[in-house]
């Protein structure tokens, strides 16, 4: 590691050594569900202030003000905001990592509820054709469950 840290470093904030092989990958699984629990939170939150009539620009200031704010809340909240779905991390990349982060979870005998849920929603927003789209597009499955139940209703 020693050896390539000055190639990476111009790329990485902070770099981390993760142990024996296949360390580093585990811990970019463990960061991964993280981060797509995270959004998928993010979004279904954002969509229930919507729903409820709130005024979403400061639902996102009071969460920017608390302790839930993040460098991801900060750079997804105005896209769900303007509903601005242009990419950053693809829905179907998204879909790609989950499946990745399910398979060494059973693969281990780990449990992994809430990655199971945001399967579902994935699999839906691509299946809805917004796999191209940023992963925010989460919302879009989001609002289709809420659709689904008023029309059950």
Request: glycine letters at 18%; hydrophobic letters at 45%.
């Given at each position: 590691m020693a050896e390539v840290r000055p190639f990476v470093a111009p790329m990485c904030r902070e770099t981390f050594l993760c142990g024996q092989v296949p360390g580093a990958l585990l811990m970019k699984l463990a960061v991964n569900l993280f981060l797509i629990t995270t959004v998928t939170g993010l979004s279904e939150s954002f969509h229930f202030a919507e729903r409820q009539g709130l005024d979403t620009k400061l639902f996102l200031d009071v969460l920017d003000?608390?302790?839930?704010?993040?460098?991801?809340?900060?750079?997804k909240a105005p896209k769900l905001l303007a509903r601005d779905f242009g990419v950053q991390a693809a829905a179907l990349d998204v879909l790609m990592n989950n499946r990745l982060v399910a398979d060494a979870a059973r693969s281990s005998g780990v449990a992994s509820p809430l990655l199971d849920v945001c399967h579902s929603l994935f699999t839906d927003t691509v299946a809805l054709g917004h796999g191209g789209e940023d992963m925010i597009a989460v919302l879009r499955a989001i609002e289709a469950c809420t659709e689904a139940l008023g029309a059950a209703g």
């Open positions: 003000a608390g302790p839930m704010a993040s460098g991801v809340s900060r750079m």
